[in-house]
């Protein structure tokens, strides 16, 4: 009698029969290596894509630390940097003040003399002694002696003006300086119907 298949029944093939009869047919040891070998032959695959994911995951963790290795190189010469600006910034100020001490110093014994006359040929030392003489309260000679220079110093703002050259008279003694810059406070001087100005030397640098 011949045995009609059901609806939704699987019969299996010739080929996975033929395997399973293969397989029932093994003695336990065969079969275990039989098993192995297909368990080796699934997962092999998913070891080498494992591996080779670590091997990216180790790749990004190295580029990760050599990217901080520089982010922290970089801050570290940052600061190192700005330390040194600073550094420098200090030896700039140390400088300019020595600088304006050596020009308020160079100062004290410095008059300026404006609006004096200017003669062709003129002996400048010689007028300066003969003019502060009687402010000092020295004789010509005695004078002439202190006065280490006398020069016209010209400027921008001279020459834009047409003004006279102011002169710059230097004092070998602060004290014959301060006498004259004293006496010449308030005093109406005068030299050849010339009104005569006598001021004290201020450096730029510390102009207000």
């Known amino acids: 009698m011949q045995k009609v298949k059901g609806r939704g029944a699987i019969s299996p093939s010739p080929t996975a029969g033929s395997s399973i009869a293969k397989a029932l047919a093994l003695s336990e040891p065969d079969l275990k290596d039989l098993i192995h070998q297909a368990v ?11 591996s080779s994911l670590d091997e990216k995951i180790a790749d990004c ?5 050599r990217s901080l290795e520089k982010v922290v ?17 200090r030896q ?17 014994t410095l008059l300026r003399i404006q609006n004096f006359p200017e003669e062709k ?3 400048l030392r010689g007028k300066m002694a003969n003019f502060l003489a009687q402010l000092a309260e ?11 220079t006398a020069v016209r110093v010209s400027s921008a703002y001279v020459t834009k003006h047409s003004l006279l ?3 710059f008279v230097r004092f ?20 050849m119907d010339s009104e005569i100005m006598i001021r004290r030397e201020v450096p730029f640098s510390v102009r207000k």
């Open 40 to 50: 080796a032959e699934a997962i092999n695959p998913i070891i080498a894509r494992l």
């Open 121 to 123: 040929g003129e002996n």
């Open 61 to 65: 963790q190295n580029a990760n630390t």
């Open 92 to 108: 700039i100020k140390s400088i300019e003040n020595q600088v304006i001490e050596l020009q308020i110093e160079k100062a004290k």
């Open 138 to 148: 020295k004789s010509d000679k005695e004078l002439l002696h202190e006065i280490t």
């Open 172 to 191: 070998s003694s602060l004290t014959t300086r301060n006498v004259i810059l004293k006496k010449a406070n308030g005093m109406q001087l005068k030299y």
């Open 73 to 89: 190189g970089v801050e570290l010469s940052t600061r190192e940097n700005k330390a040194k600006i600073k550094a420098v910034k």
């Open 165 to 167: 050259c102011e002169i």
